[in-house]
């Protein structure tokens, strides 16, 4: 009696193709969200444009990152943020939007905007006040982030991942 080749094993590939566009699309998100971000904080709230790029560092900082300008605050937030969550969310994306072959822009936009709302309470409601709270005693990102605006940063982020089918067609000609 033969076994044929187990399903996992035939669909390797296209999963970790559709990972690997989804980690791509949420660098592009993750960009897009900080340039949102960016413009509200210099439009809306009066502060720098890498302001809330250094209060993303400040989970490396903690106060020190906002007084003033603090490259390294910068710097860490950037890194932080696009090898953190923007690689995580985006590849959650690919892995959802290969599985269940989303091919409109309606299906992806409708799936990232989930991906954003989820990134924003899981991210935002229940890992950062942990953490912000142990590593310097209180929640930064809360204090300094309006949650509208955070909100908002969070479904820019999910709708900008609708790059997802270029990414894989890009993807597809390099490999």
């Given at each position: 009696?033969?076994?044929?080749?187990?399903?996992?094993?035939?669909?390797?590939?296209?999963?970790?193709?559709?990972?690997?566009?989804?980690?791509?699309?949420?660098?592009?998100?993750?960009?897009?969200?900080?340039?949102?971000?960016?413009?509200?904080?210099?439009?809306?709230?009066?502060?720098?444009?890498?302001?809330?790029?250094?209060?993303?560092?400040?989970?490396?900082?903690?106060d020190?990152?906002?007084?003033?300008?603090?490259?390294?605050?910068?710097?860490?937030?950037?890194?932080l943020?696009?090898?953190?969550?923007?690689?995580?969310?985006?590849?959650?994306?690919?892995a959802?939007?290969?599985?269940?072959?989303?091919?409109?822009?309606?299906?992806?936009?409708?799936?990232?905007?989930?991906?954003?709302?989820?990134?924003?309470?899981?991210?935002?409601?229940?890992?950062?006040?942990?953490v912000?709270?142990?590593?310097?005693?209180?929640?930064?990102?809360?204090?300094?982030?309006?949650?509208?605006?955070?909100?908002?940063?969070?479904?820019?982020?999910?709708?900008?991942?609708?790059?997802?089918?270029?990414?894989?067609?890009?993807?597809?000609?390099?490999?």
């Amino acid at each position: 009696m033969s076994r044929a080749a187990p399903a996992s094993l035939d669909s390797t590939p296209s999963i970790n193709r559709d990972v690997l566009a989804g980690a791509l699309a949420g660098q592009i998100a993750g960009l897009v969200m900080a340039v949102a971000v960016m413009a509200v904080f210099t439009v809306f709230l009066g502060k720098s444009p890498l302001y809330p790029v250094q209060v993303i560092g400040s989970f490396v900082f903690g106060d020190a990152a906002l007084a003033g300008f603090h490259l390294g605050a910068l710097l860490a937030g950037l890194v932080l943020h696009q090898l953190g969550p923007s690689l995580f969310w985006g590849g959650v994306f690919g892995a959802i939007a290969g599985r269940l072959e989303l091919r409109s822009r309606l299906a992806l936009a409708v799936t990232g905007l989930a991906i954003g709302a989820v990134s924003q309470l899981l991210d935002v409601h229940v890992v950062l006040p942990i953490v912000m709270k142990a590593l310097h005693g209180h929640d930064l990102w809360a204090e300094q982030v309006p949650v509208v605006w955070s909100w908002i940063a969070h479904l820019v982020f999910g709708l900008a991942l609708v790059t997802f089918p270029w990414c894989t067609r890009w993807l597809d000609e390099r490999l």
